[in-house]
Every structure is written in C-alpha cells, then in structure tokens.
C-alpha cells in the first residue's frame, strides 16, 4: 500500500483529492496536512511514501522550502506537487529542489493515480501538458528580465491585477473587486513577478510604467 500525505492549505480541495485516490487498492491517504509545521511534524511521526504537495503552500517559497527539506531529510519519500502555477521556470526549481512529479490541479484522476505509483517505483512523472510546457521553454520564448525591453505576454486577469497593484489596492481589495480569493490574487501577482523579471512589487509597478503597461 502506497501511504500518501496531502499538503494544501484548502481544506475542500484536499478532500476532493482524497475522494478520488480513496477508490485505489493500493493508494491510501494516510495524512492531511494544512500547514507546513503540521507536514514536518507527521513525517517525523508517520512514514509516508508520497506527498501531494501544492508549491504554494502558503506561498510559493515555502512550498519550495518544503519540498527541499521533505526530499533532504526524508528521501525515501517521494514528492508530487500538485498545483495550478504553469510556469514552465517554476516547474523547473520545484524538480530542482526534489519534486519527483509535477501536476495541475485541473489532472485527471488516471494521471494522478499513475503519477503516485511513478514516483514511488523511483521515476519522474510529468504529464503531457506539462511535458509541453517544458518543452516550449525555449531562450526565445523565456520571459524578460528587467532590462530586456521585452514586454511579456499578460492574460487579461493578470492584466486586471497589475493594474489595482497600480492602485495601490490589498490583496483582500483586489479579491473583493474581482469576486476571487485572496489566494488567487497571490497567485497572480507571483506570476507577475516572474513574467517581468523582478522581486518585489515597487519594481514591478516601475518596470511596467516602463514597458507602459499602466500610466
């Protein structure tokens, strides 16, 4: 039996996980964990074979932070992040820092059934849609860093938020106005980050008056 331990911080989504890895007969989910301490104190406790974790867990760093520490401390166990960033650099740190898989939360029960059962058999699982994105990263099409002059391609949501960071709208405003949580908004705003090259959100507002994304 494959021991599964789910990390995310939404309580209804790891219950929709489970739900569907409950019907295997050689998967079980074993744990639930909805913050990084609680993580750190079942592996310490539980073996556990494999962990579905999402990267933004509550932020993207400490979902990093944490799948280097489970793959450092706990190499027998294995690392699936399972999350909606699409970034192909993203996924590329998540594997550098010891994730075996890396899913959507959009996949397909098969997928995720066969990324646990990859991974623990010690191989890598990636399924097509990510596959494609990494194999689309080229030079050419890596997004700008500050400098370049290069202007990223923005979908109109993370055109909407650029804007009300702009604004100088809270997180919670900008969620309000825009009928998503607040997780959402900081999902976007990460993506934002990366997509201009940049670390905070004073650089970005100045990057984008720059690249006349805003006024």
């Known amino acids: 039996m494959i021991r599964v331990l789910i990390a995310d911080d939404h309580n209804v989504f790891v219950e929709g996980i489970d739900s569907l890895i409950s019907g295997s007969l050689d998967i079980k989910v074993t744990e639930r964990c909805y913050s990084v301490p609680s993580v750190m104190e079942r592996l310490s406790q539980t073996a556990i074979d494999v962990v579905l974790l999402d990267i933004s867990f509550p ?24 999350t909606m960033h699409d970034d192909a650099s993203l996924i590329k740190r998540v594997v550098k820092k010891g994730a075996k898989g890396y899913l959507l939360k959009n996949t397909t029960k098969t997928e995720l059934l066969q990324a646990i059962q990859a991974v623990h058999h010690e191989k890598q699982y990636f399924n097509e849609s990510i596959t494609q994105i990494l194999l689309n990263d080229s030079p050419k099409s890596r997004r700008p860093t500050v400098g370049v002059g290069v202007k990223p391609n923005l979908s109109p949501r993370e055109t909407e938020v650029l804007t009300h960071i702009a604004q100088g709208l809270t997180t919670q405003q900008m969620a309000t106005q825009l009928f998503v949580s607040a997780k959402a908004i900081e999902f976007h705003r990460s993506s934002l980050l990366m997509k201009f090259g940049v670390p905070n959100t004073a650089l970005l507002i100045k990057t984008a008056m720059e690249m006349q994304f805003i006024d």
């Not at 944490?66 to 706990?74: D, P, Q, W």
């Open 59 to 82: 932020h993207i760093e400490d979902g990093l932070g944490l799948c280097e520490y489970i793959a450092r401390t706990y190499p027998e166990t294995k690392v699936v992040a399972l």
